[in-house]
């Protein structure tokens, strides 16, 4: 489980393939700090396990399902990625609940300079409407973000310069494709709503549960 809270940006030193999918290797600096084999690290939004790590890099496998539904079968040496450890149950969540299990892509419409912030359009599959709320949570590449408007077939974001300095989005242009993940309690609240054992379930009781 992540925060959306981006540590650090990473860049992409080797892309080899390997049967059904692709080898990364990853260079950073903050993650290795208590990095071991094993643990999960998100890679812009995606949750990897590292394989082997030396020298301030580390290898991660992406295979199957996971170059399917993610932007990572287009990345290239010298790309940059975001990077985030797995939580610690002890520590302040400065974000929102993310897995790191991305639910589809979008693509960046436009990016619009705001004062100090920026605002970027991102389209989305017309499958995923159902899970956004303005003012709602949305992980993009990995960043926690919030929905400031929303429309049919794409939303707007606002994103303050500290997070535009800090992650890959800086690196971002019209037309880039991003990972999208919904937000983890409007699925939990979407189960709930489509369960047989809880038929009795609607949006009205939802609200006086203070959802």
Same mark, same amino acid.
């Given at each position: 489980m992540f925060s959306g809270i981006v540590e650090e940006i990473g860049k992409i030193e080797r892309?080899?393939?390997?049967?059904?999918?692709i080898q990364f290797?990853?260079?950073?600096?903050?993650?290795?700090?208590?990095?071991?084999?094993?643990d999960s690290v998100a890679v812009d939004g995606v949750c990897l396990t590292v394989t082997s790590f030396n020298n301030n890099i580390f290898k991660v496998d992406a295979v199957g399902e996971t170059l399917l539904k993610?932007?990572?079968?287009?990345?290239n040496v010298g790309?940059?990625?975001?990077?985030?450890?797995?939580?610690?149950y002890n520590e302040r969540i400065g974000g929102h609940l993310v897995q790191g299990h991305v639910n589809s892509?979008?693509?960046?419409?436009?990016?619009?300079?705001?004062?100090?912030?920026? $605002? #970027?359009?991102?389209?989305?599959? /017309?499958? !995923?409407?159902?899970?956004?709320?303005?003012?709602g949570s949305i992980a993009v590449?990995?960043?926690?973000?919030?929905?400031?408007?929303?429309y049919d077939g794409y939303l707007v974001i606002s994103v303050i310069p500290y997070t535009w300095e800090h992650t890959t989005l800086k690196y971002k242009k019209a037309g880039d494709m991003v990972n999208i993940e919904v937000d983890l309690i409007a699925k939990y609240?979407?189960? $709930? #709503?489509?369960?047989?054992?809880? /038929?009795? !379930?609607?949006?009205d009781k939802l609200k006086k549960m203070g959802y």
């Open positions: 892309a080899d393939r390997i049967e059904n999918g290797s990853i260079s950073g600096e903050k993650i290795f700090e208590d990095l071991k084999l094993g993610t932007t990572l079968h287009n990345y790309d940059f990625v975001n990077l985030e450890r797995a939580i610690k892509t979008g693509k960046i419409k436009g990016i619009i300079p705001k004062g100090e912030n920026y $605002l #970027l359009e991102i389209s989305y599959p /017309s499958q !995923l409407k159902k899970y956004f709320i303005e003012e590449n990995g960043v926690s973000l919030t929905i400031a408007r929303l609240v979407e189960k $709930l #709503l489509n369960s047989k054992e809880e /038929s009795n !379930l609607s949006t």
